[in-house]
């Protein structure tokens, strides 16, 4: 009975795709603009705040509607519908996002309104009057020179370095075909995309200045060193590696730690959830052993995405279903897991909704790892804050200190409430699936699953496809948590070795782990900008200015305390 429930759970997976990225406007005249926007399934939805960057704009918002008013046209903008019209006369649903109080338009209601094509990458949008045309193209031995009719963003550019052998592939996008090809380039043309294919045994820097690109080569001393594999720790029950691994042509960087469980705490932590607190400043506070990104989230909000418990406590509740890294006594998996969290309250039942969570609910719960403001009203919620032993000091609105719970109740149950009084217990009770046996101390939601001897194909299949596209079939950095079949938890970050913001697709990463070793079981966290490895006290992999800062939750490795 329970497989066909875990089954079910597979199939009927709510999967987060709301991921923050760019809008980037180019133009023949002005540099290009570069905007907050994101991505919910397979629509941008771009902020509506930030369209004043653009040109000049009418913005009037009320409670309920907001207008924008440009070129003799009216955007409005519905708040509390989610719609939006294109002169009082072209209705678009759902078309309107509302997230932590900004508002966002999507991305065929933007180019319509403001007469603009749009082209579409991962993680980008682009919008333009006219597609981009090279107007010149120039290639030397030590030097590829490029020139466009329009502004291009540095996001428009990307040289990769495909293979060990010197073999190099420029991508260029949105562009159009290009009209005269040098002879010694393998030339290619997709959805807007030039590819230009080029061998040689050097390293090469990008440098776009307006509307010139030039590829040149790097003439700095390129060291060796990353291509050693290293291993700097080999204490009983914990080994810290990084090599270099090679798959389907693409050098690979992997950091990887293989960790013994019974001999090594493994923690969750929480970055002052709620707030944006910079990771690197939080783990130099903390001081693990080793620690990497864990949970997905919403980066607007810093939400984590799916159930958390560390320390025996439960520490984040949501509704998503996602399978779950499970650490309890002499137990160890990866697996779907289906939590209830009730409250007993003067012979009354209810079930908590959330924990640590802005998620709507009519019972909520809040612990002091929850940092930022508690945005319910007295007006809408009757508060209790009960002590260590459960039983409450107090009937206010008040932040929870250590070993102390804010309890929410809707008012709406107010009439049951009259009786309580303080000194009055609350009980709790964490019902749970019947594939987990006892209460873990440790219980982290991510996904997919990679490998798991008890799921067939079939239903790994069906698991894959509940994800968004971005995370299944793109080429990003890939955080892992694996068991092998030693019973040892391994945590890996994958990127690319030429060029770091590549990776690894789904599969690829699969496949990849099918040659690092034997595992059992094994799970992705959440990758791309928020894959970070840190060990010995400093951030191993590679870091730009598109790497996330604020990362809430982590999973880390610490002394066990004996």
Same mark, same amino acid.
């Given at each position: ?20 990225? %760019? ?16 991505? !919910? ?53 759902? $078309? ?14 933007? $180019?319509?309104?403001? /007469? ?36 291009? $963003? ?57 509307? !010139? ?36 042509? /693409? ?90 969290? /009730? ?12 924990? !640590? ?46 070993? %102390? ?28 699936? %019947? ?17 798991? $001897?008890?799921?067939? /194909? ?105």
């Amino acid at each position: 009975m329970m497989k066909k429930l875990i089954f079910l759970f597979l199939l009927i997976i709510l999967a987060i795709n709301l991921f923050s990225e %760019e809008a980037i406007f180019i133009s023949q005249n002005n540099p290009p603009l570069s905007m907050e926007a994101i991505k !919910n399934q397979d629509y941008f939805y771009i902020n509506v705040e930030h369209l004043s960057k653009y040109d000049s704009m009418v913005m009037n918002r009320t409670s309920r509607i907001m207008y924008i008013i440009y070129n003799k046209n009216v955007l409005e903008i519905s708040l509390n519908d989610y719609y939006s019209k294109i002169n009082f006369i072209n209705k678009y649903n759902n $078309s309107v996002l509302i997230v932590d109080e900004n508002v966002y338009i999507r991305e065929d209601v933007l $180019s319509t309104f403001l /007469q603009l094509n749009r082209f579409k990458d991962i993680d980008s949008i682009f919008f333009y009057s006219e597609i981009p045309k090279i107007t010149n193209s120039n290639v030397s031995t030590s030097e590829i020179e490029i020139g466009f009719n329009s502004y291009l $963003s540095k996001d428009s550019i990307t040289l990769t370095k495909i293979t060990k052998d010197g073999d190099y592939l420029l991508s260029i996008k949105p562009v159009a075909p290009m009209e005269n090809i040098p002879d010694n380039f393998d030339y290619s043309y997709s959805n807007n995309t030039a590819y230009l294919k080029f061998k040689s045994d050097f390293n090469y820097e990008v440098n776009l200045n307006g509307k !010139n690109l030039s590829i040149i080569i790097d003439k700095k001393t390129i060291s060796t060193s990353a291509d050693t594999d290293k291993t700097t720790s080999k204490n009983e029950g914990l080994q810290y590696i990084e090599k270099i691994e090679e798959l389907n042509g /693409q050098r690979l960087k992997i950091y990887q730690l293989i960790v013994n469980p019974k001999i090594y705490q493994i923690k969750v932590d929480l970055n002052n959830l709620g707030t944006r607190s910079d990771v690197y400043s939080f783990l130099k506070d903390k001081n693990p052993i080793f620690s990497v990104n864990a949970s997905f989230f919403d980066p607007q909000t810093l939400e984590p995405v799916g159930n958390i418990i560390s320390d025996g406590t439960l520490l984040h509740l949501s509704s998503y279903s996602r399978p779950a890294l499970i650490i309890g006594t002499n137990f160890l998996d990866i697996d779907y897991i289906k939590l209830e969290y /009730q409250l007993h309250i003067d012979n009354l039942l209810f079930w908590v909704k959330s924990i !640590n969570s802005t998620w709507k609910g009519d019972v909520k719960l809040y612990t002091h790892h929850y940092k930022g403001n508690i945005a319910e009203t007295e007006g809408n919620y009757a508060f209790f804050l009960i002590d260590e032993n459960n039983r409450i000091i107090s009937k206010n609105k008040t932040t929870p200190s250590e070993g %102390e719970k804010l309890v929410l109740i809707d008012k709406k149950y107010e009439k049951y409430l009259g009786n309580i009084s303080l000194g009055t217990k609350i009980d709790f009770t964490l019902n749970k699936s %019947e594939n987990l046996p006892n209460d873990p101390t440790l219980l982290l939601e991510g996904g997919p699953i990679l490998i798991h $001897s008890k799921y067939t /194909q079939e239903q790994l299949d069906a698991e894959k496809k509940s994800y968004s596209n971005g995370i299944i079939y793109s080429k990003a950095p890939r955080t892992v948590v694996a068991i092998d079949k030693d019973r040892n938890i391994n945590l890996m970050v994958i990127e690319g070795l030429d060029n770091p913001e590549t990776g690894l697709t789904y599969d690829e990463t699969k496949n990849l782990l099918f040659e690092l070793g034997e595992f059992e079981v094994a799970m992705m966290l959440d990758g791309g900008s928020s894959s970070i490895v840190y060990y010995e006290g400093e951030i191993q992999n590679f870091k730009n200015e598109k790497t996330r800062n604020y990362i809430p939750v982590l999973l880390s490795v610490y002394e066990k305390i004996l």
